[in-house]
């Protein structure tokens, strides 16, 4: 027994180095220009930098926001999928540990009419795996990096239903005022029919312009309904964001909205530290880089000793009274011998995979490059459109006026009035859908640069204890990043 102690301690000491911890593989990626050649950028500064409420200043928006990371569903199973794999990560960890179990056991015998015997055993029996070639250890750093990544899964699913119900309160507020310049549209085309129909029974125009004034107002009060619609299906959507029964939505105005002016994208490499999403990509693969190292340790030998101590009377066939100690130790060596092709095989699967997360990890930092250069461009754009798209109704709206004049004086046809009035209408429509699309590419920015990963706004303890807790959370966040 003492040699095999022996023998364990050394193998721990020679086998505690055979595999290296993860380490970041060489992508063969120019990080520094993964926004595109024409966003290369030296300033460290960000957008992803300002917390949630610094972004949406709208005291309205902020308070469904909070409501929404309160009571969404999906964002309480990403919390419980943190505490599975805290659970498992603590499982894995207690694997070094020998294992004890505790079986008494009594019977009750009599043969040829003789009088009976009782027997009894009270062991404590110990069993205890020694991690020779590491598939304990690689095994718990896989869970550690599963608990890794479902904190970022976690993370991710918060940034999403930040930017998700900001989305949608945008959209609202784009609706609202779509819907308030079609009324006023059809109001001065009501308006417009009945000068015309007056303008018909003193002679100046036909039957046929007071219809096509008319029908232009039919078409475009129809289409208020429609925007109602919208209106009623995108707060149902928010509604369901928040986890709450549908209702109307408390709200401002779009023309109220003020956003961060800045749009800095930092530097290209920090979307690994800031991108749940690429971070959780990397875990991944940190978890398929240990699952293949287990994979490896399951080719070498595994040694478990094991042993039993407790109190019995049953001393092989013979009955003892009183009872004595009950005292066993064991050590087996276990070597794969006809398994090993399954073992060689499956390591073969685990490199595949590990390889498959490569690309992946790979893949993931290129899309968060895409998605930050379509964010800012699709920003920029609507920026760019928003001088001359002021020109463009100051224009529109000065034929409509002039028109207008003129068909009151007989000088213009009953179609130029019509048909700047059309105009003008499409223009501002469009101008708030341009306002909308600046917001949501600002929003879409700063999503896809990590933003709101820490949020001492919303996150802050409510006490003392509370606060102490936390500086230990973040303690132990830290350490399981540096192993």
């Known amino acids: 027994m003492k040699r095999i102690i022996i023998l364990c301690a050394v193998a ?50 902020q308070g469904l926001i909070e409501r929404g990371l309160e009571n969404n569903s999906d964002l309480l199973a990403a919390h419980q999928r943190v505490k599975e794999a805290e659970a498992a990560l603590k499982s894995a960890r207690l694997s070094f540990l020998p294992s004890f179990n505790l079986s008494p056991n009594g019977g009750v015998s009599s043969f040829g009419g003789t009088s ?74 009501e308006k417009s029919a009945e000068t015309m129909a007056a303008m018909m029974q003193a002679g100046m125009t036909n039957r046929a312009g007071v219809a096509q004034i008319e029908a232009a107002y039919y078409s475009v009060y129809t289409s208020t309904y429609d925007l109602t619609q919208s209106i009623l299906e995108v707060q149902n959507t928010l509604c369901l964001l928040l986890g709450e029964i549908p209702h109307e939505i408390e709200r401002g105005q779009l023309s109220e909205q003020q956003l961060p002016e800045m749009l800095a994208t930092g530097l290209p490499v920090r979307l690994l530290a800031l991108r749940p999403d690429v971070r959780a990509a990397e875990y991944s693969l940190m978890q398929a880089y240990y699952a293949t190292a287990a994979a490896r340790s399951a080719l070498y030998p595994t040694l478990t000793l094991s042993g039993t101590l407790g109190w019995t009377n049953n001393a092989g066939s013979a009955v003892v009274n009183p009872g004595e100690i ?113 917001i949501q590419g600002t929003i879409n920015l700063y999503v896809s640069l990590g933003g709101g990963r820490d949020d001492a706004a919303y996150e802050q303890p409510k006490d003392k204890r509370a606060e102490r807790k936390a500086a230990r959370e973040a303690r132990r966040m830290q350490k399981l990043r540096e192993e």
């Open 12 to 61: 721990m000491v020679t086998g505690c180095g055979i595999y290296k911890p993860y380490s970041q593989p060489e992508l063969e990626l120019q990080t520094d220009t993964l926004y595109g050649v024409e966003h290369v950028t030296s300033d460290t500064t960000s957008l992803a930098d300002l917390g949630w409420r610094e972004i949406f200043t709208d005291p309205c928006l």
């Open 116 to 189: 009976s015997g009782w027997t009894y055993s009270v062991p404590l029996a110990a069993s205890w795996q020694i991690d020779l070639f590491g598939g304990i250890n690689n095994a718990k750093r896989k869970a550690k990096a599963t608990y890794m990544q479902s904190q970022e899964y976690r993370q991710a699913v918060r940034t999403q239903l930040i930017a998700g119900i900001a989305n949608a309160y945008y959209t609202l507020l784009m609706l609202d005022s779509q819907f308030e310049v079609t009324r006023r549209t059809a109001q001065s085309l």
């Open 326 to 438: 009950l005292l066993s130790a064991a050590g087996s060596l276990v070597a794969p011998i006809f398994n090993g092709g399954r073992a060689r095989a499956q390591l073969k699967i685990a490199k595949a995979q590990q390889e498959e997360a490569r690309l992946a990890f790979r893949q993931a930092l290129l899309n968060a490059g895409a998605e930050v250069n379509n964010a800012l461009g699709k920003c920029q754009t609507a920026r760019g459109k928003r001088s001359w798209r002021e020109q463009q109704i100051a224009a529109l709206e000065s034929a409509y006026e002039s028109t207008q004049l003129l068909m009151q004086h007989g000088s213009t046809t009953y179609l130029e009035v019509l048909t700047a009035e059309q105009n003008f209408l499409q223009g501002k429509i469009a101008q708030i859908t341009d306002r909308f699309e600046e």
